[in-house]
């Protein structure tokens, strides 16, 4: 028996296939208890547990092998594509002896639906994807490979930004530190009589997109504002395409996350630059709608 878990100890599966390049999972289970009692009685008269929720969020570098999103996807790249998409996730657990995983026991979650998904591409460190599945089912069962090396260079970082990026003009041409891009879908049950579980979780459209910019300031954030007094007029900014590019050490690209041409400045802040010596950084906040196309080796 193992003494303990660590990095090189565990392992983790979507969709058959073991996760490249995975930093962290961790799994959660909820039970959703409701209680009834009765009059006449301060006991309780039954603690009803209803279907539970199992939740894993998995996060790994960007590092030339598929996304987890690829992985957990069947039908297609965007989020409408895979919309009713399940998969099964297995978390595989060996000694701690080892130096690579040979799984001694395992999880195995089924029926499992992406949740929502987040990529970080920041100016220090790695690029990485970190993705949410919410089910119902787990069983003490399944084997998880052990993971492949790599050939260096292939962890993606800051150089690894592609200028061939379709950028919104409030951010184009500017020194960008940090860009995030979030999806929640929402995800709510249905459930059907004669059934414990829900037979379906459906993404709770319309599904908000956002993607954020993180720049270091040269001048002020550049947002003019005008208030609107004219009958009939309002204020507005025009909606823009967003289209993020990462490229491997040969140039080519390989990640692409496309948000489609309807993004549209929500939110604007400028902050730092105080007397601590810190810089001024301007974020920039755009939106969109049921569009993100997420493409990967």
Request: aromatic share 10%.
């Amino acid at each position: 028996m193992a003494n303990r878990i660590f990095y090189a100890s565990h392992g983790v599966s979507v969709g058959g296939t073991t996760v490249q390049g995975a930093q962290s999972v961790s799994v959660n289970t909820n039970f959703d208890l409701e209680q009834v009692f009765q009059l006449g009685r301060l006991a309780i008269y039954e603690n009803l547990q209803n279907d539970p929720d199992v939740e894993v969020t998995i996060s790994k570098v960007l590092d030339g092998e598929p996304l987890i999103w690829s992985l957990a996807g069947s039908t297609g790249t965007s989020i409408i594509d895979n919309a009713n998409d399940r998969t099964t996730v297995i978390l595989g657990v060996g000694d701690d002896a080892q130096s690579v995983l040979v799984t001694a026991s395992a999880i195995t979650m089924t029926g499992m639906y992406v949740n929502s998904v987040n990529y970080t591409l920041p100016v220090d460190g790695t690029f990485t994807e970190e993705v949410t599945f919410i089910g119902s089912h787990k069983s003490i069962t399944g084997t998880v490979a052990a993971p492949t090396t790599i050939t260096p260079p292939a962890i993606r970082r800051r150089q690894n930004y592609s200028y061939t990026s379709t950028l919104p003009a409030a951010v184009a041409g500017k020194n960008i530190s940090n860009i995030t891009i979030s999806a929640d879908f929402g995800r709510e049950k249905l459930y059907r009589l004669g059934e414990f579980s829900p037979f379906h979780r459906f993404v709770n459209f319309p599904l908000e997109v956002t993607v954020t910019f993180d720049v270091i300031a040269q001048t002020h954030d550049g947002i003019a504002v005008a208030e609107e007094h004219d009958n009939c007029e309002g204020s507005t900014f025009g909606e823009e395409p967003i289209d993020i590019y990462i490229c491997d050490s040969a140039g080519n690209t390989d990640y692409q996350f496309d948000l489609g041409s309807k993004c549209i400045l929500s939110s604007v802040a400028y902050s730092g630059g105080d007397t601590g010596g810190g810089n001024v950084t301007i974020t920039y906040t755009y939106i969109t709608y049921n569009e993100l196309d997420i493409v990967s080796p």
